[in-house]
């Protein structure tokens, strides 16, 4: 069940967040067929050290929708404007997955504001970390999916979100969560990452960086994070054994503590 959470008005959409704890701000970002219910393990887990804050990204979960020219570059904006908005003053931003390439995004047009990243997941954008026929075939089927029913939608995601051994329940909550997707969210997300490729921000990003995957995630893979870890001055890769592409849903403690170690330490 959803908690009533907190909504305001940011640039024209309604924008629903999660907001628990006290201490330095975090901000965490979902990926494509996500909400900010994806993060309820985090908002629980963190928030003895920081001020979490889970937003909906226009498109998602109770936020309303973007029109169909909105991007990459759109959801930063949006994004900088809601953390001005809650009054966040240089928070950490961790991003999974889409997530992830919009923390990319977003420091490329706002550096001075995240004080840590944390890339979970991550791609330089489609475009920057797979190859174009991949990237197209990605771009059709999410395109396609938009249109068709949601539980055919995560029936057929659901294989390379988690391995054969997730338990079911974890697979059972994250299948409720994405048949909630929104099809316009979902068109822009997959858009956005098919045309971004953000790998001239990597060598650029001057603050310190944790990349996070899961051993066995099969949308990310280790070659994807190995070279955002190359090209990332001072960033640090902590591959996480036996999980896929949602580690924070299926290692929640190990996830946890890896944040919460790399963002206290000075």
Known sequence: MRSDGNELSVGGFRIFFER???????????????????WRRQL?????DFDVVAWDAPGCGRSSDPPE????????DTLVAFIREIGLERPHVLGLSF?????????RRYPEIPKKLVLASAYAGWAGSLPPEVVAARLEVALADAERPPEQVVEAWMPSMF???????????????MSDFHPAGM???????AEADLRSVLPLIAVPTLLLYGELDER????VA???NSLIPASRLVVIPGVGHLANVEAPETFNSSVRDFLLTP
Not at 69 to 76: E, I, M, N, V
Not at 167 to 176: D, H, R, V
Not at 220 to 223: A, F, N, T, V, Y
């Open 226 to 228: 190995r070279e955002l």
């Open 99 to 107: 997530g992830s390439s919009l923390v990319l995004e977003f420091y």
């Open 69 to 76: 020219t909105y991007r990459l570059s759109d959801f930063a």
């Open 220 to 223: 990310s893979p280790l070659h």
């Open 20 to 38: 628990k704890g006290k201490g330095p701000p975090l901000v965490l970002l979902h990926g494509a067929l996500g909400d900010s219910r994806d």
């Open 163 to 177: 391995p054969e051994t997730a338990p079911a329940e974890l697979i059972a909550e994250t299948a409720a969560i």
């Open 187 to 193: 068109r822009a997300m997959a858009r956005s990452l």
């Open 44 to 48: 629980d887990g963190l928030c003895d």
